[in-house]
């Protein structure tokens, strides 16, 4: 019988395990494959990156997509990170089917939970003669590695008790002496990979330590653990980063060892950012909600991108449904070159997803984005991309976040409208923020004089033209109406039409850049056009 996510609570056999966890009856070709994270902080990009190849495979071929938590690192334990682990991935759309929050036959889902699974890997291996205790202390090992660094060799277990008598050591560990478990490595030997993204990779069994497999709290390290956990959760197919390459020798052996079929090895390759560096929080947030959801990152977005940067579509396409992955992802074909996670590429594919939604999608999916906006910590940073690698970030406090999204949300039919223009100035959600306050009396803020100034050169001339429209201007004029009185007045008073296009612009929308401006006043109204104007030219004239 298969379980039902309940561990054992008495000392098991492997063989009893085989029982207890059979293998999956799953349609011909289908994939199991499983992300393995660890509780110990927030989740970010690569968290996202193993989840989306993971479930795509898993899709793609009828089987089932598995989330394993592995917390043997009880010391960086973070209570809060399950939960948003599971946010997480309902974020980016990529529910598994098997979690800790989705229990179902290979469980229990946590390893914590799933001890007696690897006490029993770990007494066969010794029984096979595999594995050996060693009851070393770290002031012993530390010694050994000093030595070895002074001699200029690579710091590694000396193998001290891997010859100890059975006997002795079985009497130690019966009497309760400190000791670890560690792998028995064999001499001699050539171990090669089969990795069906980067072709097979040899390693030599030198290299390789008798590293520990259970520690002495009794909690197995990762090696011991993965192996166990991906054969009785059987588990076809492991995707994971790079820097696993060269335990994955360790891993082999150990399969080898337990007399069990390997799952396939698929490596990852770490992201870089725009100087090649290697993506990490200190060279730029990679967090999922601390960075990609507080600047408005749409998560479908975000999922292309990765695919992208991952995948070649047959097409050549930089924007594509997510099922046109999930249908033709091949392991075979993934990206292994260390891809470039372009800030701009990311900004024109959420762009175009944004384009794709109609002005009522986007105010919706807005108001959701700013709903979670109020629930960020203060002040947020919204950035805004320039040419090159220019940003500039706006913080933004809890006071004028919370006034903008009563505005917005106030006439819903009015927000919506201001979202039709021009729509592809939106890149992400926070644009709306940071682009969006213009639109409302309550949030808008005028342009300093200077500013308005500026185009003109002028003040006596900004402030006559100002005064001048304030005269003149009506809201249910036509756009050739409207034109025609600027134009007009740059010829008349010797100016250049685009300077008096562009005071205008300022004084109204206080930015130089602003949705078309004349449907925009429409929007707007003329007492709020009025009041804008009246202000302008006070700030002129002070």
Wanted: proline share 8%; with cysteine.
């Amino acid at each position: 019988m298969a379980s039902t996510g309940t561990p054992p609570e008495q000392p098991v056999t492997l063989e009893e395990l085989e029982e207890r966890y059979p293998p999956r009856e799953l349609p011909p070709g289908a994939e199991a494959t499983r992300l393995a994270p660890s509780p110990t902080g927030s989740p970010h990009l690569g968290t996202a990156m193993q989840a989306v190849l993971n479930a795509a495979l898993a899709r793609g071929s009828g089987g089932r997509f598995v989330v394993r938590i592995e917390d043997t690192d009880q010391a960086r334990l973070d209570e809060r990170a399950v939960d948003e682990i599971e946010a997480a991935l309902n974020w980016i759309g990529e529910m598994p089917d098997e979690a800790p929050w989705a229990e179902g036959e290979y469980g229990p889902y946590v390893q914590s939970r799933r001890l007696p699974l690897y006490r029993a890997a770990a007494e066969e291996l010794i029984r096979r003669g595999h594995a050996y205790p060693c009851f070393c202390t770290a002031e012993r090992l530390e010694e050994v590695r000093q030595r070895q660094r002074a001699a200029g060799e690579p710091t590694r277990y000396d193998r001290h008790c891997r010859d100890l008598p059975a006997e002795e050591a079985s009497s130690r560990r019966g009497g309760g002496e400190t000791h670890v478990i560690r792998m028995r490595v064999p001499d001699g030997e050539t171990i090669v990979l089969d990795d069906p993204a980067r072709g097979p990779i040899e390693f030599d069994s030198a290299d390789v330590d008798d590293s520990v497999i259970v520690k002495s709290d009794g909690f197995p390290t990762y090696h011991l653990a993965v192996v166990v956990d991906d054969h009785f959760m059987r588990i076809t197919t492991v995707i994971r980063g790079e820097e696993w390459i060269s335990s994955s020798p360790k891993h082999l052996l150990l399969y080898r060892a337990l007399g069990w079929e390997p799952p396939r090895l698929v490596h990852t390759p770490v992201l870089r950012d725009e100087q090649r560096r290697k993506l990490s929080k200190r060279h730029g947030d990679t967090s999922l909600f601390g960075y990609f959801d507080v600047q408005g990152f749409l998560p479908e977005a975000l999922v292309n991108f990765i695919a992208r940067l991952l995948w070649p579509h047959p097409e050549g396409l930089d924007v594509f449904p997510h099922d046109d992955f999930v249908r033709h992802f091949d392991v075979a074909a993934l990206n292994t070159a260390g891809p470039i996670a372009d800030t701009k590429l990311l900004l024109h594919i959420d762009g175009e997803h944004m384009r794709s939604l109609s002005p009522l999608q986007r105010f919706d999916r807005a108001c959701g984005y700013l709903a979670r906006l109020r629930q960020a910590p203060y002040p947020v940073e919204l950035v805004t991309f320039g040419r090159g690698t220019n940003t500039t970030s706006t913080p933004l406090s809890r006071g004028e976040i919370e006034a903008f999204d009563e505005v917005f949300r106030r006439s819903p039919p009015y927000s919506v409208n201001t979202l039709g223009l021009e729509p592809e100035r939106y890149k992400k959600l926070g644009d709306i923020v940071l682009q969006g306050r213009m639109f409302f009396a309550e949030t808008f803020t005028p342009a300093p004089g200077d500013e308005i100034v500026a185009p003109l050169g002028d003040a006596r001339a900004a402030r006559d033209l100002l005064s001048a429209y304030r005269g003149v201007y009506r809201t249910e004029d036509t756009l050739d109406e409207w034109e025609r009185w600027p134009r007009g007045y740059a010829n008349e008073h010797g100016l250049k039409p685009g300077a008096v296009f562009l005071t205008l612009r300022v004084a109204i929308t206080g930015s130089r850049r602003s949705p078309p401006l004349h449907p925009l006043m429409r929007l707007l109204g003329s007492s709020e056009v009025e009041r804008r104007l009246r202000i302008a030219v006070e700030s002129v004239a002070a």
